[in-house]
């Protein structure tokens, strides 16, 4: 059973393996309230699973040490697994998503595990790792609906609430629960004037469904980039406490998360995967309720992002958030119509990053030509002004 006393053994044991980890004011995520990001994506192995794997792994008697154990994971669960093993001298057997980021395999890889890639999504990896589990004898850690793996996630409670000691209202991104429930257990054990709210991404809503039902409910497929929350079907424990503890659920989109990603880059210098900025997007984009003037605590729950996902992200991010725009203009197929063009947008001090000349199209005049330019832009209006001074300059703009 989950108590607090659990959660502060827990506290204690983590001493020894976890780093320290701040929370820092972020003004600019939202100006309204006065935001603060929980760092664990600054966490030894980049997340904060490592704090619940350690501390069930701590607890298995000598018997179950002998025969390893088995896990399985999107990829920070497993790091963390495999880190906890290797620390208390056990074989650690780690099922993944053939499709979990290179570098999270990679990472895990080198703690000592053993990999073992499954098609298809964390529920596939569950799967294998439990069929094994059954075969081999192995002692299985589940990433989050396990009782002393919730108690090492709320450590997290804990902390910030002595960090900051004024929160109103604590962020907390969503897939099986194990995260939410620990901090939302911890922080409400100690102080029940705290609201705790949860984030899903919207492709992922495994956990906001079977709340809204009342039921766990499984979800025929997830899409998200947030791959650390990608989860079909949230816990049986997990559920309980979220209903139990859990203020509200919200969701966020891939878009929204490719901006969190990109603003704590720009702004707070801090890398974080999807599944860590679902906080910071919730409160970016007020899904939030009731928090004008409050202390949000928004926590950012890992930073192991492929880096070839982020420079995506980090394009769909500026994408969102008006920092790009593709225009497609219809000109008159003679000499000085690119001059002209182009001395419009510098005089409003966008810059070109591409140009395509295109003249043959079914759709134009054959005197016609397409221009396809991407450009680099503060905001949307200032794609406004440059759209409205293009048309106003007699250019046809034909796409929107």
Known sequence: MLTLDKVFDASNVLKEVIRPTACIAAPQVNPDCNVFLKTENLQITGSF?????????????DEEKSHGVIACSAG???????????????????????GAPISKVEATRSYGAEICLVPGVYDDAYAEAIRQRDECGYTFIHPFDDENVIAGQGTIGLEILNQVANANVIVVPVGGGGLISGVAFAVKQLNPRVKVYGVQAEGAPSMVKSIAEDKILRLDSVHTIADGIQVKEPGANTFEYCKQYVDGIVTV?????????????????????????????????NKIPDIKGKNVVCLVSGGNIDVTILSRVIKRGLLKSGRSDTLTIQLEDKPGQLKDVSATIADLGANVVSIHHERASEDSDITECLLR????????????????????????????
């Open 253 to 285: 989109t891939d878009d929204e998360v490719s901006s969190a990603i990109l603003h704590l880059i720009e702004k707070q210098k801090l890398i974080a995967e999807g599944a860590g900025a679902v906080s910071v997007a919730a409160v970016m984009f």
């Open 373 to 400: 330019l991407v450009l680099e832009t503060r905001d949307y209006n200032h794609i406004r002004d440059i759209r409205a001074a293009l048309t106003a300059k007699g250019f046809k703009i034909v796409n929107k």
């Open 76 to 98: 920070n669960h497993a790091q963390g697994v495999a880190l906890a093993a290797a620390k208390n001298g056990i074989r650690s057997i780690i099922c993944l998503p053939d």
């Open 49 to 61: 699973k490592v704090r619940g794997a350690y501390y069930r792994i701590s607890q298995l008697s």
